[in-house]
């Protein structure tokens, strides 16, 4: 019998859509959801995977191609990702926490200008309050992390701290997460590397679609346009693809280069193995000198594919994955859409309780109000595509926050505390100081960090959530408080 494979496969594709239609239902969007919540019975996660046809079709064409290696739909997928972002060059990895290793471990090639490269020793600034796998890739680089604190209110790094972290001749790099879909402030921190010639890395795993607005006329402002996606700033960034990320490819993350293309050389070398060839999977001599080249101490001629110039990795994610990715990234727009939106009405629905909580605020804003936000003198503004919704419980309250989050739990409703919390807190980080007290360097006394890390929850606000879910939400909070 002479079956014709393409009728088949569209056969396939179009049981799958069928399939995905009937058992798939409670991850599609909030809007296309069916009604079946049930407060105190149906769980209220604080993330998850929403997705529908599109992406289970496109996962499962990919497996029927069987080419399995980032392949095809990788490259596509990188391409429609810088396009979007509006960098150079995106690089498909295994994982937000991946990228940034990668990204730091380019940072340290010696094919950098000397004077630029991270050695064993160097000083790179980061925040104490956020994830540990921003922070840990200094460690694992051999370098010693800086922390500053944190502002409570915005969950990102208190920029007039940087002065006191920098050391001239040791510093080399910053490295900070936009926290929770916030911004974190750019204005200082990009005049603070241009100022010191440090590198930047923005950690934009939480924050994919935020936007970040320049004063007008800035002095960046030759430099870069006004407004801006965070990720697209500094000289490289990370995203993250984990399901309760703004776009999910199951596992997976990128590194953006934004403008210097030897970054992405870097980037590269030590996603695949540590390499010098830039041959994709399949591919051999696209340079047209595969054994014309001369390194290190190899023979001459010796196979390019086979030549390191970096002790690296192998850090690629699969090519159904990206295929997953590039429906995603269609979403994108309304996901972001959806959490600017469920982010306001946990606001506006909270509101009554400031007398027990401090709410986030976007950085650069000064208060909240049921017409918008009012902002401070700087100029710049920003707008988040919010990965969570902050509360503080103040030091005033009859509870504390580890309180709230036992009675949520119990509700079924998905909350998580600010990450790690203070990171030198944290076991790991204690060890290290023990094994060697020169592993890291405190700017004083982390007292903003420390509050995260005794008084702050997040909520969900994912693309998910229905109104109903939202309202339980609400209404769990307020019964919380009145029982104290």
Not at 199 to 217: F, K, M, Q, R, V
Not at 270 to 286: I, P, Q, V, Y
Not at 352 to 377: K, Q, V
Request: net charge neutral; glycine share 8%.
């Amino acid at each position: 019998m002479n079956e014709d494979p393409t009728a088949l496969k569209a056969q396939i594709l179009a049981l799958t859509r069928r399939y995905t239609a009937l058992v798939h239902r409670s991850h599609r969007p909030a809007a296309e959801r069916d009604g079946t919540f049930e407060p105190g019975k149906s769980s209220v996660p604080y993330a998850g995977r929403v997705f529908a046809e599109d992406e289970v079709a496109a996962g499962v064409s990919s497996m029927l191609d069987f080419w399995l290696t980032l392949g095809p739909e990788g490259d596509a997928f990188e391409k429609e990702l810088a396009g979007l972002l509006g960098v150079r060059r995106s690089l498909l990895v295994n994982s937000g926490s991946s990228a940034n290793l990668l990204a730091l471990s380019a940072l340290t090639s010696a094919k950098l200008p000397a004077e630029k490269r991270v050695r064993v020793g160097d000083e790179i600034i980061t925040c104490a309050a956020g994830f540990p796998t921003t922070v840990a890739p200094i460690v694992q680089a051999g370098a010693v992390p800086v922390f500053i604190d944190n502002h409570p209110v915005t969950g990102n790094a208190d920029c007039s701290l940087l002065e006191a972290a920098y050391s001239p001749g040791k510093t080399k790099a910053v490295i900070l997460a936009h926290a929770l879909g916030n911004p974190f402030e750019l204005t200082a921190v990009l005049e603070f590397c241009r100022r010191n010639d440090l590198w930047l890395i923005e950690d934009n795993c939480d924050a994919l679609g935020s936007t970040y607005s320049l004063p007008p006329h800035h002095s960046l402002a030759a430099a870069y346009p006004k407004s801006r996606f965070t990720g697209t700033w500094g000289n490289l960034s990370t995203q993250s693809f984990y399901p309760p990320h703004h776009l999910t490819l199951g596992e997976g993350g990128a590194v953006n280069i934004t403008r210097d293309m030897l970054l992405k050389v870097c980037v590269e070398s030590f996603r695949d193995w540590g390499r010098d060839c830039w041959c994709a999977s399949g591919l051999d001599n696209t340079c047209g000198k595969r054994f014309g080249w001369q390194l290190g101490e190899l023979p001459a001629g010796y196979d390019h594919k086979y030549t390191y110039s970096h002790l690296g990795y192998n850090l690629k994610p699969l090519d159904v994955q990206a295929a997953i990715g590039r429906q995603q990234l269609k979403r994108l727009p309304d996901f972001i859409a959806a959490r600017q939106r469920n982010w306001e009405y946990l606001r506006n629905g909270l509101d009554d309780l400031s007398e027990f909580f401090e709410f986030s605020l976007p950085t650069h804003a000064t208060a909240w109000t049921r017409e918008g936000f009012t902002w401070d003198a700087s100029g710049a503004r920003t707008e988040c595509s919010w990965f969570g919704f902050l509360l503080l419980v103040r030091k005033t309250a009859p509870f504390r926050h580890t309180d709230l989050a036992r009675f949520l739990d119990d509700r079924k409703i998905g909350n998580r505390m600010f990450f790690g919390g203070n990171l030198v807190r944290q076991p790991a980080f204690v060890q290290l100081r023990k094994d060697n007290p020169a592993a890291f360097r405190v700017i004083g006394d982390l007292a903003g960090a420390d509050r995260i890390m005794n008084e702050a929850l997040f909520l969900g606000v994912y693309p998910g959530l229905t109104t109903e879910m939202l309202d339980y939400v609400i209404e769990s909070v307020h019964a919380f408080v009145r029982t104290k």
